[in-house]
């Protein structure tokens, strides 16, 4: 495959995938095209090798793929699709539009403003000091000549038909990522049971049970599912109920409070330190072998702590066996070096300890492991990374012992949670009106408008028009698109409509005067690339709150010192049903802060103690200069205290 504009699909590597996740190539947004992050030289998709400087030098070479022409007011389709934000930047010239960046005074159709220079303005070789100026009607008419030829040769090199707009991009084809096995915390939603209730293994009212549950038992609601049903956790016991089926909202709440005093009443009378209301409510009945229900992995979100601190261990064998199970007759799932590093997650009093080491998961003989004071210091000294870990043979997907414990050292990676909160966050304002030049999810907006305000929730600061946007992020085939992805539509090779991709080809969109903002279906007519521009390999493994992975050229502006304090997702440091984080996305330990958004607003990243966290939530006494920072079980939050600290923006 070239990489000069020429090709309509571009494969990309893992190798280049690779580059991309590690910063050392990126996509230049203005050309589409991967550059090396240093050398700025043109990196080959699928080799990942840089092209010659010399042909990287000649900037707006042939193939280069030009930005679509920008859409003015009025400028909309049939049936009232449009954008109609096409404005031209104050202080921008046309260089964005094909023609000279250095006319500032040249307007959009191509004439020039009264007093302006124009290209042809030139120094007289004869009279250095002097600016030739046209004088009389014979000048002008050939100043007026000379611009009329050059918009003609603009027009020319636009593309007219959809087919040349899209063969002018670069839409790299991104290959399947592997799915982590790790699960996540998620902050607690009570529900209780109305009556005696059984949880299903599938969506359906005669489906297999996998769990029973009896009045006022309680469960926590994990995601909302189509048709009415839940999908909830109750002790051991994972699956789906009818949302009909189970108490939620404020009556839920009423219930919790009961509960919450008498727990809090018999951890006085046992003279016992209250830890939550599950030590006088009933949860759920196991019915079905976690490893049998075929429910369980429905996501892998789970209110239970799920990284925990690491137990260093090192091997003291030329290769240790890893097992699906405690015995030597079990099968092996992986096999460890001499001197390889892996952390012991359960048992390790016992003869077989369950450790983890890179993604293999299993049992291991505790006689051929040292851990222990000595260890720690060697690895803390040397680093995790120089020691080798262990090698799979079998996948986690694979792996009887894989969830033989759902705790890991790091988080796991809920890419999926954040498309499917953004979609249902966009859908809330289906029926609002469509105004256009809007921006307002309640009072108004067109196409661009709508997307923008949107992915402004999450983060995200997309541009203004839906030529520009289409410019934004990684383009995709149309049918490559995840729900959260943005699917842009043109006409004539011009793009005029925006939509957000819901999944199963639904859109939500801000689709007409005559419409609103309705969910509508991929209109694949005139559907010509897709571009995503949510990073889910931002919430992948954020590792431990105290680990530096700020580096120096990531410092912003110094915001000042700030109190820290910390707290988790259970019912004593939240104790309503709030949803997962302020912002819709789940929290992760290493990751999520709670702030007062007018003083850091949501999706800011910040830089605390060299280490990189986003503000996603917020809470009723996180005022002014104070953060909370999420950790994953509530020892940890009490004893972490309350701290100072100064607080940086990353650049």
């Known amino acids: 495959m070239t990489i000069d504009g020429t090709e309509t699909m571009v494969d990309i590597s893992e190798e280049v995938l690779a580059m991309l996740e590690d910063g050392s190539v990126y996509l230049d947004e203005e050309t589409g095209y991967l550059l090396d992050k240093e050398t700025k030289i043109k990196v080959d998709p699928v080799t990942g090798e840089r092209e010659d400087e010399k042909e990287q030098g000649s900037t707006g070479s042939e193939g280069e793929p030009e930005k679509p022409e920008?859409?003015?007011?009025?400028?909309?389709?049939?049936?009232?699709?449009?954008?109609?934000?096409?404005?031209?930047?104050?202080?921008?010239?046309?260089?964005?539009?094909?023609?000279?960046?250095?006319?500032?005074?040249?307007?959009?159709?191509?004439?020039?403003?009264?007093?302006?220079?124009?290209?042809?303005?030139?120094?007289?070789?004869?009279?250095?000091?002097?600016?030739?100026?046209?004088?009389?009607?014979?000048g002008t008419e050939d100043k007026k000549e000379d611009d009329s030829k050059k918009q003609e040769a603009e027009d020319a090199n636009k593309p007219s038909t959809n087919a040349a707009l899209v063969a002018g991009q670069q839409i790299i084809r991104i290959p399947n990522v592997k799915k982590d096995f790790r699960f996540w915390t998620v902050a607690r939603r009570y529900a209780f049971a109305r009556t005696s209730v059984n949880v299903r293994e599938e969506m359906t009212a005669d489906a297999r049970a996998v769990g029973s549950l009896n009045k006022d038992g309680l469960l926590y609601v994990l995601q909302e599912e189509k048709g009415g049903w839940l999908y909830v956790e109750s002790g051991t016991v994972r699956g789906f109920v009818k949302a009909d089926e189970v108490l939620r909202g404020d009556d839920a709440q009423k219930l919790l409070k009961e509960f919450q005093n008498q727990a809090k009443e018999k951890a006085e009378k046992e003279k016992k330190e209250y830890t939550g209301i599950e030590t006088v409510v009933t949860l759920a009945k196991e019915l079905v072998p976690q490893?049998?229900?075929?429910?369980?992995?429905?996501?892998?979100?789970?209110?239970?702590?799920?990284?925990?601190?690491?137990?260093?261990?090192?091997?003291?064998?030329?290769?240790?066996?890893?097992?699906?199970?405690?015995?030597?007759?079990?099968?092996?799932?992986?096999?460890?070096?001499?001197?390889?590093?892996?952390?012991?997650?359960?048992?390790?009093?016992?003869?077989?300890?369950?450790?983890?080491?890179?993604?293999?998961?299993?049992?291991?003989?505790?006689?051929?492991?040292?851990?222990?004071?000595d260890v720690d210091r060697q690895i803390e000294k040397s680093g995790e990374d120089s020691f080798p870990t262990a090698s799979e043979i079998i996948e986690p997907e694979n792996n009887q012992a894989c969830y033989y414990t759902l705790t890991s050292v790091k988080s796991g990676v809920p890419g999926a949670e954040v498309r499917e909160s953004l979609v249902e966050y966009a859908s809330q304002f289906i029926g609002n009106p469509y105004i256009w030049g809007g921006t307002s999810l309640t009072e108004g907006a067109d196409c661009s408008g709508f997307v923008q305000s949107i992915y402004k929730q999450y983060g995200y600061d997309l541009p203004r028009v839906a030529e520009d946007q289409a410019q934004y992020g990684t383009k995709i085939p149309v049918g490559d698109a995840k729900p959260g992805d943005l699917i842009f539509y043109a006409k004539d090779g011009h793009i005029h409509h925006v939509v957000i991709y819901a999944g199963d080809s639904r859109t939500v969109e801000a689709m007409g005067t005559d419409y609103g903002i309705v969910q509508g279906s991929v209109d694949k007519n005139e559907a010509v690339w897709a571009t995503r521009v949510l990073d889910d390999s931002s919430y992948a493994y954020a590792g431990s709150i105290g680990e530096v992975n700020a580096t120096d050229d990531m410092y912003g502006e110094d915001l000042g010192d700030f109190e820290l304090t910390y707290y988790c997702s259970c019912e004593i440091c939240c104790d309503v049903e709030t949803g997962i984080t302020a912002t819709g996305t789940p929290v992760v330990e290493g990751r999520t802060i709670a702030v007062d958004p007018d003083v850091i607003p949501y999706g800011t990243k910040v830089i605390i103690g060299g280490h990189v966290f986003t503000a996603e939530d917020c809470g009723g006494a996180i005022k002014g200069k104070h953060i909370d920072i999420y950790v994953n079980d509530h020892e940890r939050a009490l004893s972490m205290g309350v701290n100072q600290a100064q607080v940086h923006l990353v650049k």
């Open 291 to 373: 490893g049998e229900n075929e429910a369980f992995l429905h996501t892998h979100a789970t209110v239970n702590r799920t990284v925990v601190d690491k137990k260093y261990a090192l091997t003291t064998i030329g290769l240790l066996n890893v097992r699906e199970g405690k015995g030597m007759n079990s099968r092996i799932v992986g096999t460890l070096k001499a001197d390889s590093l892996c952390y012991i997650l359960a048992d390790e009093n016992e003869e077989w300890v369950y450790v983890e080491s890179g993604d293999v998961r299993g049992f291991v003989n505790k006689r051929y492991l040292k851990t222990g004071k």
């Open 70 to 138: 920008g859409s003015t007011p009025g400028d909309k389709d049939e049936g009232g699709k449009g954008d109609g934000s096409g404005s031209v930047e104050e202080g921008k010239g046309d260089g964005q539009n094909g023609s000279s960046s250095g006319d500032e005074n040249q307007n959009q159709d191509g004439s020039v403003n009264e007093g302006g220079s124009t290209p042809d303005d030139s120094i007289s070789p004869e009279d250095p000091a002097q600016s030739e100026k046209p004088s009389d009607a014979e």
